[in-house]
């Protein structure tokens, strides 16, 4: 008996799969499917599947081609599969020739020709490319520029900032298409839109979309306040639009997985979050202004931790500030949370350094995550006898912005209007507490 096995995500099952399977039947007597997980995916860089695994699984099973279907949900998996269920020959399509050779030394390789014209990604396409606008020309939109590559079903259409010669600047290094040179020509020409301007000019920025009916992507802080946080949402939910703040470590695999691990009860009941973000600037915007220091700059990584671990029904803030010396600017911060049976502490520094880390305590153990924590890859959970101690490892691709962009994409693609990943009340929740630290700090010199 000749065993086949073949991998693939088979999203929208089209007939360059069906054909594909059915050559690989036919070189043996019996065929196995594995089909990838949304995680295996994801950290291929293959954001966006469109359809559900149990779904996809679905359609290899009613191809009527599979005798097994089985599951891809990790890298180097073949090889153990291969030796598992004494597979002879690996097939899969010409669209990865050579790159499956290592696994001549288990079985038979064969590359199929892949069939022309057809493929998820197309199919995925022609329901619809979501258009995307540009608002900034900074450093974090060149990021999420080539981000987005990795995220299928959006395309950047135009950009837009205030100075048009650095817009247009911006589209000729990035290789994109349009600079336009006021904010409604972007607004009528996009469905959706990724804010990425100075934190002052985001509320001004997302209302007026929000008004057209574009879905916002907006960078963090959205606002720097609870009362214009809470305006927006409120708008995005009468006008049926996606807003979601773009907070990359909310949508990460890691984070997520580490925040289900801590509030699973294995570590107990948690009774306290610090967690610490620095970033050393000398010069620019973060030293500037009215908006300017470490906590608007940097606190909402933190306080994400703090809300997704222990909430959002915080019942005091007492925040303690440095400022740089000769100036007003607030260069490291420490927000304290009371809540009713817990604390958490977020630290952030524009002006000092220390370790990035995040530890969340509980009664039977702690989670701790190394720095830098908000690109989670990996925690462990500990405890006093350390033979109980975990660890856990991920993939946090790129510059995790195609993270929360995939999630974005999805909303708008799914017409839901919240994330249960960032809830619209954690982000009003951290809006109020970025408020009321910056204004009732107590300043040392
Ligand atoms: N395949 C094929 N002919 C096509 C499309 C896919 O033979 N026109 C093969 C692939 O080479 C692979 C298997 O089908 O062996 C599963 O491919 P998968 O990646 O799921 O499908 P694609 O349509 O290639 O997906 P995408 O566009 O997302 O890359």
Known sequence: MTTVITYGTFDLFHEGHRRLLERAKALGDRLIVAVTTENFDDARGKLNVMQPLMERIQNVRSSGLADEVIIEEYEGQKVNDIQKYRV???????????????????CKVVYLERTKGVSSTQLRNESGVIKLGVVGSGRIAARFVAEARFVSGVSI?????????????????LELETAVTTYEELLSNVQAIYIASPHTTHFDYAKRAIEAGVHVLCEKPMTLTKAETEELFSLAKARGVVLLEAVKTAFSPGFQRMVAVARMGFIGRIRSVDATFTKLVNVGRELE????????????????AAVKLVGTDYSRICTHSLKREGDEVEIFSRIDLSYLHSV????TGIGVKAEGELIVAGEK??????AP??????????????????RYYYKFDGDGLRYELAEFVWMIRNGVLESFKLRPEESIAIAGIIETARANSEYFG
């Not at 958490?344 to 630290?347: E, Y």
């Not at 153990?365 to 190394?370: A, F, L, Q």
């Not at 924590?373 to 033979?387: G, Q, V």
């Open 289 to 304: 202004g009215l908006d300017g220091g470490s906590i608007s700059e940097l606190a909402t990584y933190p306080l994400l």
């Open 373 to 390: 924590w908000w690109l989670t890859e990996y925690f462990e959970t500990r405890f006093e006898d350390s033979r109980q101690n975990k």
């Open 344 to 347: 958490a502490s977020a630290r």
């Open 88 to 106: 002879d020959i690996f097939a899969i399509g010409s669209d990865w020739v050579s790159k499956f050779d290592y696994l001549n030394d288990y």
């Open 157 to 173: 259409e135009a950009v837009y900032s205030r100075r048009f010669e650095s817009t247009q600047a911006f589209v000729q290094r």
């Open 365 to 370: 153990g702690y989670v701790y995550v190394p």
